[in-house]
């Protein structure tokens, strides 16, 4: 069974760090891109970053470019989100999902997320 | 950035037909991919690739893509259709860029 399970939510003060993890099994991990997308309470959906399978293309959302940064371990069959300077309207569910697309592993056109997890929760207050 | 246009919300009696669409600049163009989002649940592909299902999912969901709209169509609606829908492209006009709709909340009635 294809599963991704989040994990390293929390609350945490304004302008802090918190890094989420997400492992993955029943799939070979490194043949797809991966994402994180959020949702913040009550919202809608919000891509936030994207890495390819070799982590050779990255891209970032314009909330977060130069605060958070994502990377993977294909060895570990795990994908991470660094994030720094939190601001409180980081406030989300934070999911992770395998990518699913025309050319496998890439971040590319038409392409979308077949898999998710539960999600972890990230909460910015004082 | 490009940015996608759904009705806040569609009422459905069972059995009947609802349709929720999704506004974009020549979205016809694109490629359109669909969620459904249950209550306290993670998203779920219903509609790849315009009018492709995942395996699983039920014929009744079908979808269209032209000119600047595109349409997710749910048939014979059941009780348990009752969700959050978002449609989903990438943009090219962007460096890797994916953009979500902002959510139709399916009500049945």
């Known amino acids: 069974e294809v599963q991704l399970v989040e994990s390293g939510g929390g609350l945490v003060q304004p302008g802090r760090s918190l890094r989420l993890s997400c492992a993955a099994s029943g799939f070979t991990f490194d043949d797809y891109a991966m994402h994180w997308v959020r949702q913040a309470p009550g919202k809608g959906l919000e891509w936030v970053s994207g890495i390819s399978w070799n982590s050779g293309s990255i891209g970032y959302a314009d909330s977060v470019k130069g605060r958070f940064t994502i990377s993977r371990d294909n060895a570990k069959n795990s994908l991470y989100l660094q994030m720094n300077s939190l601001r409180a309207e980081d406030t989300a569910l934070y999911y992770c999902a395998k990518d699913m697309g025309l050319h496998l592993g890439e971040l590319s056109p038409g392409s979308y997320m077949d898999v998710w997890g539960k999600g972890t929760t990230v909460t910015v207050s004082s | 950035s490009y940015v996608l246009t759904q009705p806040p919300s569609v009422s459905v009696a069972p059995g009947q037909t609802a349709r929720i669409t999704c506004g974009g600049n020549?979205?016809?163009?694109?490629?359109v991919h669909w969620y459904q989002q249950k209550p306290g649940q993670a998203p779920v592909l219903v509609v790849y690739d315009d009018s492709d299902r995942p395996s699983g999912i039920p014929e009744r969901f079908s979808g269209s893509n032209s000119g600047n709209t595109a349409t997710l169509t749910i048939s014979r609606v059941e009780a348990g259709d009752e969700a959050d829908y978002y449609c989903?492209?990438?943009?090219?006009?962007?460096?890797?860029?994916?953009?979500f709709g902002t959510g139709t909340k399916v009500t049945v009635l």
């Open positions: 020549n979205i016809g163009s694109k490629s």
């Open positions: 989903q492209v990438w943009d090219s006009s962007s460096d890797h860029n994916y953009v």
